[in-house]
């Protein structure tokens, strides 16, 4: 899990490092707040079922 971690946390970097400001575009800001939030979610529901897998029914 902390490679998946790392990951996430270096593509969550590079889309914060070349996301505009909400001053100068906030259509472009939300879309790539939007991409950053989708990133974190898709890598929770991979956690949660990796996790699932591993409890014995």
Do not use: C
């Not at 971690?5 to 889309?15: C, E």
């Not at 909400?22 to 707040?33: L, Y």
């Not at 950053?36 to 014995?56: E, G, N, W, Y």
């Amino acid at each position: 899990m902390s490679i998946e971690y790392s990951r996430v946390k270096d593509q969550v970097r590079a889309i914060e490092s070349t996301r505009p400001t909400a001053d100068v575009d906030p259509e472009g800001h939300r879309e790539a707040n939007e991409r950053i939030t989708q990133l974190i979610d898709r890598s929770r529901l991979f956690a949660d079922a990796k996790r699932a897998r591993k409890v014995p029914l």
